[in-house]
């Protein structure tokens, strides 16, 4: 089951790890305890907020990529692609049928 759903925590996680940090923690004005203790702080409170998050189950076989190029590509190529998300879907009914029996 794991290896065609996969859990995939938020979205926020990837995004915030795409992001381009900016450390002001070498600044002049960053080094009085005051500051330390801010910048403490805000990094904590993203690490809690991230922590929080409750996983969302997402298909493996429909990954944004995979369903752009099922509404974008060539005709050959989204039958390809859709046949084998039907198919992967399919088994994932069947193991979960049989998971319920």
Known sequence: LEQI??????????TLAKCPTLDVSRHAAAQSAVAQ?????????VLTHLAN???TPKLR???ANVLQDMF??????????T????E???GLLAQL???RA
């Not at 203790?37 to 409170?45: A, C, W």
């Not at 974008?72 to 692609?81: D, F, G, L």
């Not at 046949?83 to 039907?86: L, P």
């Open 37 to 45: 203790s801010m910048l403490n702080r805000m990094k904590d409170d």
């Open 61 to 63: 076989c429909l990954s």
């Open 97 to 99: 049928q049989q998971l």
């Open 88 to 90: 992967q879907v399919e």
């Open 72 to 81: 974008t590509s060539v005709n050959a190529t989204r039958c390809a692609t």
């Open 5 to 14: 759903m996969p859990f995939v925590t938020y979205e926020m996680k990837a």
């Open 83 to 86: 046949q084998t998300c039907v």
């Open 53 to 55: 998050q409750t996983p």
